[in-house]
């Protein structure tokens, strides 16, 4: 592990476990793998916390989430989704939403500032897969299974899948996961242009940074860490604009009027110009956008 050296702590997780494996680099792990790391309402406010302060905290540049277990994420609590409404109904406690505004484990409707890469260990389904399907950059064991089993449960994927499944992998494949709630492979998942690469399976003894699917991840993060933070972060920023908004050429105008200045005022465009210029490697600093 890395010793880093904060502004500030990250915020306390019970839900999550936060290491620090490389430098510039958090790893979150989804620690109720006996659950199969299904999400609890209080942990969804814990990640929000968390994701803010990744995101504000200028030494880290790239995120991997994960899952304990043999399980990414298999979506809500429905066991604690069904004593939170029966104590609700008796006013017992207050009417709070199930998740935060950055939606599913905070990271379903994120727009965040930095990346995050998914490094999919096994069940993603439900909530799992609303994840997903919002992340920068997804890697998946050969073993892992995606799915939206909403309508077998008389709910829907609300948090924010569907639309941006729709985008992704076209209104065809997306209906048919939602519709039916069957499941599909790694294989299948990077075909449909979900996920970035599939690995191998993790052996039973694997420590978590072990697996391939985690060391892959963590190569990954390391080809964006050795880039220009600003870079990474202004260029991360249009392409969430033109995947949201829709329109290429209203997100490159919005991406050039709230970062171009910001881009040329700032350090690391002269050092990387003047590294060129040197035949030398370029000495990135922090990020101060």
Known sequence: MQSH????LPPPQTYGAVSFPASHVMLL???RPKALNSMTSPGQYELESLFSWYDSEPS????IVTGAGRAFCAGMDLKEWNQLNARRARGEIEQQPMMPRSGFGALSRRHGKKPVIGAINGLAFGGGMEIVANLDLVIAA?????GLPEAKRGVVAMAGSLPRLARTIGRPRATELALTGKSITATEAKEWGLINIVTEDAAADCTMLERPVVKAALELAASIVNNSPDSVIIS???IVAGYEDGSAENATRLLSENWESALNDGENL????QAFAEKRAPRWVDSKL
């Open 29 to 31: 792990v989804f620690n």
């Open 5 to 8: 050296s904060f502004n500030r």
């Open 142 to 146: 050969k073993g892992a299974l995606f």
């Open 236 to 238: 991360r920023a249009g």
């Open 270 to 273: 002269h050092e990387g110009v």
């Open 60 to 63: 880290l540049r790239c995120a």
